[in-house]
């Protein structure tokens, strides 16, 4: 086992990550840019190295300043949590050559996946259903043309190397298409450095179904059942549920030991999610993610697991200590991301927390690394916390869910607990009767009307 782990991410993930290394007897180092000095997680590790200035590309993303922090401290392993390096090949084949261990899959297997176009390609000779569409990137728009009358309108035009839904259009019919072409290739290579592209069939009314496995690099694999990402705004997920309330128990089985299969013939080690669009009963690959989800909690909730203490063991070398069937998943278990923003006009709202109650009682979870008196900076993120609920039924869930919202307080800063308040009393939420457009359709109704701005 490691002796020493650096955690090379900050926020909740950061304070997460040293809660499992400390229930394992494992020292951590906290490394924080000079805006997260007062940081909680900063406070509580055994050391803590400042790796620079407020921009994340100056700290957080500066893997010179990484690597001195761990020559430092003399750390043996980096985890890496969400966002940042995370999904960094490059990143962890460095920390390989220095002889630190990289809490996370191989560089090798990040590399495929976090190619939109390889993935796709690796996912459809692993037996994974994946979305019909371009079986690599398009150049040529008469070529997408061709593909796109082949597959049907309307299509998807997507990054190769993307993710938050830049550089991806719709186009719903052929004179659509080269203006959607063009501005996703421009998108893409903006934000990624690639302006690569490829086709996919859109899908009207699909569901987000994403299935966590756990592999330990030995040909050992299992899931931990799927969680229903589908309420977004902006392609960013909002809320979680697990199970799912579209999936029957075969379907969920069924997907997930085709995940599961696919991760014991890749002899994938670590933890990873693979992200699906379901409609009518079938399952269309989008992409894998090669580390921890932010949504991670909920699954925990349900299976009893806890998925960063088993990424930890396994980046060691030890192998899986359970099979699939040694797995029983209980109960109903919510996610939401409460984020410092205005809850109408999803404004940042960074700020000081004046005042700082979060809920509590039977089944409820708040991963936050926020305080009363921490001032939350305007560079990162805006996620003030997750909540996150546990009941025996969904029913039981969504009410225990509602009581939590109404004893969360956060003054100082806006946040988004409104909207949760709201959602958790809608009658489609409650009747688990949405899809990935719902939220943004919402929104755009006035489902918000009657709130200060």
Same mark, same amino acid.
């Given at each position: 086992?490691?002796?020493?782990?650096?955690?090379?991410?900050?926020?909740?993930?950061?304070?997460?990550?040293?809660?499992?290394?400390?229930?394992?007897?494992?020292?951590?180092?906290?490394?924080?840019?000079?805006?997260?000095?007062?940081?909680?997680?900063?406070?509580?590790?055994?050391?803590?190295?400042?790796?620079?200035?407020?921009?994340?590309?100056?700290?957080?993303?500066?893997?010179?300043?990484?690597?001195?922090?761990?020559?430092?401290?003399?750390?043996?392993?980096?985890?890496?949590?969400?966002?940042?390096?995370?999904?960094?090949?490059?990143?962890?084949?460095?920390?390989?050559?220095?002889?630190?261990?990289?809490?996370?899959?191989?560089?090798?297997?990040?590399?495929?996946?976090?190619?939109?176009?390889?993935?796709?390609?690796?996912?459809?000779?692993?037996?994974?259903?994946?979305?019909?569409?371009?079986?690599?990137?398009?150049?040529?728009?008469?070529?997408?043309?061709?593909?796109?009358?082949?597959?049907?309108?309307?299509?998807?035009?997507?990054?190769?190397?993307?993710?938050?839904?830049?550089?991806?259009?719709?186009?719903?019919?052929?004179?659509?298409?080269?203006?959607?072409?063009?501005?996703?290739?421009?998108?893409?290579?903006?934000?990624?450095?690639?302006?690569?592209?490829?086709?996919?069939?859109?899908?009207?009314?699909?569901?987000?179904?994403?299935?966590?496995?756990?592999?330990?690099?030995?040909?050992?694999?299992?899931?931990?059942?799927?969680?229903?990402?589908?309420?977004?705004?902006?392609?960013?997920?909002?809320?979680?549920?697990?199970?799912?309330?579209?999936?029957?128990?075969?379907?969920?089985?069924?997907?997930?030991?085709?995940?599961?299969?696919?991760?014991?013939?890749?002899?994938?080690?670590?933890?990873?999610?693979?992200?699906?669009?379901?409609?009518?009963?079938?399952?269309?690959?989008?992409?894998?993610?090669?580390?921890?989800?932010?949504?991670?909690?909920?699954?925990?909730?349900?299976?009893?697991?806890?998925?960063?203490?088993?990424?930890?063991?396994?980046?060691?070398?030890?192998?899986?200590?359970?099979?699939?069937?040694?797995?029983?998943?209980?109960?109903?278990?919510?996610?939401?991301?409460?984020?410092?923003?205005?809850?109408?006009?999803?404004?940042?709202?960074?700020?000081?927390?004046?005042? /700082?109650?979060?809920?509590?009682?039977?089944?409820?979870?708040?991963?936050?690394?926020?305080?009363?008196?921490?001032?939350?900076?305007? /560079?990162?993120?805006?996620?003030?916390?997750?909540?996150?609920?546990?009941?025996?039924?969904?029913?039981?869930?969504?009410?225990?869910?509602?009581?939590?919202?109404?004893?969360?307080?956060?003054?100082?800063?806006?946040?988004?607990?409104?909207?949760?308040?709201?959602?958790?009393?809608?009658?489609?939420?409650?009747?688990?009767?949405?899809?990935?457009?719902?939220?943004?359709?919402?929104?755009?109704?006035?489902?918000?009307?009657?709130?200060?701005?």
């Amino acid at each position: 086992m490691f002796e020493k782990i650096l955690i090379a991410n900050r926020g909740e993930i950061a304070l997460r990550i040293l809660r499992a290394a400390k229930e394992l007897g494992i020292a951590t180092v906290a490394v924080h840019s000079t805006a997260d000095s007062e940081a909680m997680h900063v406070k509580l590790a055994d050391e803590s190295v400042c790796i620079g200035p407020p921009p994340a590309r100056e700290s957080y993303l500066n893997i010179p300043a990484l690597l001195a922090a761990c020559e430092i401290t003399g750390a043996d392993a980096v985890h890496p949590g969400y966002g940042f390096l995370s999904e960094n090949a490059k990143f962890a084949e460095i920390l390989v050559d220095h002889n630190i261990a990289f809490i996370g899959p191989s560089p090798e297997h990040i590399r495929i996946m976090g190619d939109k176009i390889e993935a796709k390609r690796t996912a459809r000779a692993l037996g994974i259903p994946c979305v019909p569409g371009s079986e690599g990137g398009v150049t040529d728009d008469d070529e997408a043309m061709r593909i796109a009358e082949d597959i049907g309108f309307p299509v998807l035009v997507k990054a190769a190397a993307g993710g938050g839904g830049r550089g991806m259009k719709v186009a719903r019919a052929a004179i659509e298409l080269p203006e959607a072409l063009a501005v996703a290739r421009a998108e893409a290579k903006a934000a990624f450095g690639d302006d690569a592209v490829y086709l996919e069939k859109y899908l009207d009314k699909p569901r987000h179904i994403e299935i966590q496995i756990l592999g330990d690099g030995h040909g050992n694999a299992v899931h931990v059942g799927e969680r229903d990402c589908s309420l977004q705004r902006r392609h960013q997920k909002v809320l979680e549920e697990t199970p799912s309330p579209a999936l029957n128990q075969d379907e969920r089985n069924r997907i997930g030991e085709i995940c599961a299969e696919a991760m014991r013939k890749l002899k994938y080690s670590g933890a990873g999610t693979i992200e699906f669009l379901y409609e009518n009963g079938e399952f269309f690959f989008i992409e894998m993610n090669t580390r921890i989800q932010v949504e991670h909690p909920i699954t925990e909730m349900i299976s009893g697991l806890d998925l960063l203490v088993e990424q930890i063991k396994i980046a060691s070398g030890a192998p899986l200590s359970f099979a699939q069937a040694d797995l029983e998943l209980r109960g109903h278990a919510i996610e939401c991301r409460i984020n410092a923003e205005n809850p109408v006009t999803f404004r940042p709202s960074p700020g000081k927390i004046l005042y /700082y109650h979060p809920p509590g009682g039977v089944g409820v979870r708040v991963d936050a690394a926020v305080y009363q008196g921490y001032t939350i900076p305007p /560079y990162y993120d805006s996620l003030v916390g997750k909540l996150i609920v546990q009941g025996r039924t969904r029913i039981e869930a969504l009410m225990r869910l509602r009581r939590a919202l109404d004893e969360f307080i956060v003054d100082g800063v806006d946040t988004t607990l409104p909207l949760f308040r709201a959602l958790v009393r809608n009658a489609d939420i409650q009747d688990g009767a949405y899809d990935i457009h719902w939220l943004e359709n919402f929104l755009a109704k006035g489902g918000m009307d009657g709130l200060e701005s």
